[in-house]
């Protein structure tokens, strides 16, 4: 089983940028897809972006292609979400998971940290 903790959200203004951090403890994260993924007051977690194990493919939302950026450091066990141009709209608790298998959907993946919070100002 693998342990996941964000960190990295807070308050910044429309315009601004803020790079998350996922760091994971309990078994190697090269073993698993990797996921990000949001949920905005009263909706459905939503999937942003995923990077594959080891060669790195990367595959986004239609909604944060070109602003957000995901990448991975297997040796320091940890995943990224670099997000620029941010928006009011992009008000959410931020999440990343972990999964065997990929994809975008939430049901795909088998682990998630507790979420962190990111607020955009307009």
């Known amino acids: 089983q693998v342990q996941l903790v964000e960190s990295g959200g807070g308050l910044v203004q429309a315009g601004g940028s803020l790079r998350l951090s996922c760091a994971a403890s309990?078994?190697?994260?090269?073993?698993?897809?990797m996921g990000w993924f949001r949920q905005p007051p009263g909706k459905e977690r939503e999937f942003l972006a995923t990077?594959?194990?080891?060669?790195?493919?990367?595959y986004y939302a239609d909604s944060v292609k070109g602003r957000f950026a995901i990448s991975r450091d297997n040796a320091k066990n940890t995943v990224y979400l670099q997000m620029n141009s941010l928006k009011p709209e992009d008000t959410a608790v931020y999440y990343c998971a972990a999964s065997w298998s990929g994809g975008s959907s939430v049901d795909k993946y088998d682990y998630w940290g507790q979420g962190t919070q990111v607020t955009v100002s307009s």
């Open positions: 309990g078994r190697t994260l090269s073993r698993y897809y």
């Open positions: 990077i594959s194990r080891s060669v790195f493919n990367t």
